[in-house]
């Protein structure tokens, strides 16, 4: 799989981001302890993500490389992604 090209128009917090929408994460605002964190989790440029459950009540649930991770709105803020 190629390098997604970054369009900056669709870049948005993964926090918006409705469930059911996958996306390519683009960059972690965040700490190198918090990058490094995510990246161990899956978390890497050009990966997808798929909104399993925006936290619309209750957690914020991905599905990053098939494994489901629940992940507090300010992580989730800090994940930069770009839907389709």
């Known amino acids: 799989m190629g390098k997604t090209v970054i369009d900056?128009?669709?870049?948005?917090?993964?926090?918006v981001v409705k469930t059911g929408v996958k996306a390519r994460l683009v960059r972690i605002d965040a700490g190198r302890g918090l990058n490094n964190r995510l990246a161990s989790m899956g978390f890497v440029p050009d990966a997808e993500i798929t909104v399993v459950s925006n936290g619309h009540p209750g957690p914020f649930?991905?599905?990053?490389?098939?494994?489901?991770?629940?992940?507090?709105?300010?992580?989730?803020?800090?994940i930069l992604v770009q839907t389709p």
Request: charged share 25%; glycine share 8%.
């Open 8 to 15: 900056p128009n669709r870049v948005q917090s993964l926090s």
């Open 61 to 78: 649930v991905v599905l990053v490389k098939e494994v489901k991770m629940a992940l507090g709105r300010g992580v989730a803020h800090k």
